[in-house]
């Protein structure tokens, strides 16, 4: 017997029970509004609904609302995916301060960041009718020591792809232990690659930034953690840089990484990369440090030098005592 015909020999039996008894016309009351509700849901069931639903006295309107399709739009604090708001990068700040920015003015420093990107994108992409090299859109900005300029010039090389016409850019902020990307560009960022790593892969869509910089994104950092080590040799980290790939497959992947000589991070970064820009500091970086730095990424076949800092380079007056000059080879030349 189908839910409608139960409902319908509930309804009857009721009836013919008031009918043995013949008791007087009942008020309105709980018994009439029992029939009621039997009635009116036997009526809804003659209307097509699920026979899966339960007989019950108290239904709720919600419940019915389903039944005939005009259940309201979901709560406003129910989980939904919501549209990125660009990080706003304040450009003019940047320029100021020296750096690169897209469609800005030809200065210096934009000048020598083309020549840098120059071979970088002919490896990334082909060149000359040559294959990209593996792994080419995957780059990692280096040092011996900190703060010889890597953050400074992983920024100046984002923005120089940024403006490229076919390529967008996503700067990854890996250096986990101290990261500087927002600082260096001014922003605020809580969660990202490590948040990744540690908790199994949430939504890129919730840790990559969009700015205002159309060709440009960002993924900081993220929280701290003591092992960070492992879970970047880990093969969530594999897993990432595949996702990464598949999500933004003309995209240069800019990796801003602890510096060599004082993690072990960026050793184990550099297993994952197609090229590395190593950046070492005019006047202050040791040759034999350049040289034991060197040494740790021996691996890699195509590693860049750029000097920074370099003061005999003449500066147009937005870059004031720095100027960048860019080695191009194998791992281990000098």
Known sequence: MSLIERAVARLNEERAAADVSSPPAPTAGPGAERRTSIEAFADR??????DEVALADDEPRERE???????????PNAARPVEREPVRIHLEGLRARGMVVPNGPATQSAHEFRVIKRPLLGNAFGRHGQAPVRNGKRIMVTSAFPGEG???TSVNLAMSIAAERDHGVLLIDADVARPTIPRELGIHADVGLMDWLIDGGPDLSQLVLPTNVETLSLLPAGRHDQHATEWLASEAMGRLLDELSKRYPDCVLIFDSPPLLVTTEARVLASYMGQIVMVVESGRTPQEAVTQALSTIESNE?????LNKARNIESNGYYQGYGYGYG???????
């Open 45 to 50: 069931l003659d209307a097509g609904a699920s």
């Open 65 to 75: 609302a389903v039944m005939r399709g005009t259940a309201p739009p979901v709560a």
């Open 328 to 334: 191009y080879g194998a791992a281990g030349s000098s």
């Open 150 to 152: 890597k953050s400074f």
């Open 302 to 306: 195509i590693v860049g030098l750029v």
